[in-house]
Antibody, heavy 121, light 105 residues
Framework: DVQLLESGGALVHPGGSLRLSCAAS????????MTWVRQARGAGLEWVAS????????YYGDSVRGRFTISRDNVKNTLFLHMNNLRGEDTAIYFC??????????????WGQGTLVTVSS | IQMTQSPSSLSASIGDTVTITCRAS??????LNWYQQKPEKAPQLLIFATSNLQSGVPSRFSGSGSGTLFTLTIASLQREDFATYFC?????????FGQGTKVEI
């Protein structure tokens, strides 16, 4: 079975940094693009960033481009999200999700349980 | 591409048939997916490419549409179907979701 386990969420001050991790198992990790999606409390889903299976292509939402960096370790089967210059509006649960394709098809067939990031002074 | 769902919430009874609408701000062909999210849980893929049920999804769920207008129909609503449903396009990055429709008892 596919399993995605996020970690790294925390309370951080505005302007601070954080690194989220997503440990993957149950599938051939480097065969699939991976994505981060976030959800503010009581709100909808917002796509954040995606990375191709090989790691050679990255895509970012406008609200995080230039502040967040997605990366992956295909040896350790782990996806990362490096977040810098955090703002209050970044407060959300962050989900990692597996794409159905190696090249960011935009269809997410497995999701982790999420990790909470709170940006507050 | 903006995705707009309606209604934002609805009340229904077990056994009812409910329909949720999703409208795209431009033509997305059939690149429309539906997710179900229960409280405090991760979203789960329900339907992909407008009308294809993800493995394990009951046949009472169905999807239709094309272009800019899509629907999710749940026939004979069951207790476990009370959840929030999101549409999402996979036509062209950036991927965007609808704001969600909460189906309540």
């Amino acid at each position: 079975d596919v399993q995605l386990l996020e970690s790294g969420g925390a309370l951080v001050h505005p302007g601070g940094s954080l690194r989220l991790s997503c440990a993957a198992s149950g599938f051939t990790f480097n065969n699939y693009a991976m994505t981060w999606v976030r959800q503010a409390r009581g709100a909808g889903l917002e796509w954040v960033a995606s990375m191709s299976g090989s790691g050679d292509k990255t895509y970012y939402g406008d609200s995080v481009r230039g502040r967040f960096t997605i990366s992956r370790d295909n040896v350790k089967n782990t996806l990362f999200l490096h977040m810098n210059n955090l703002r209050g509006e970044d407060t959300a649960i962050y989900f990692c999700a597996k794409d159905v394709d190696p090249d960011d098809y935009g269809l997410f067939d497995s999701w982790g349980q999420g990790t909470l990031v709170t940006v507050s002074s | 591409i903006q995705m707009t769902q309606s209604p934002s919430s609805l009340s229904a009874s077990i056994g009812d048939t409910v329909t949720i609408t999703c409208r795209a701000s431009q033509n997305i062909d059939s690149y429309l997916n539906w997710y179900q999210q229960k409280p405090e849980k991760a979203p789960q893929l329900l339907i992909f490419a407008t009308s294809n049920l993800q493995s394990g999804v009951p046949s009472r769920f169905s999807g239709s549409g094309s272009g800019t207008l899509f629907t999710l129909t749940i026939a004979s609503l069951q207790r476990e179907d009370f959840a929030t449903y999101f549409c999402q396009h996979s036509f062209l990055n950036p991927w965007t979701f609808g704001q969600g429709t909460k189906v309540e008892i």
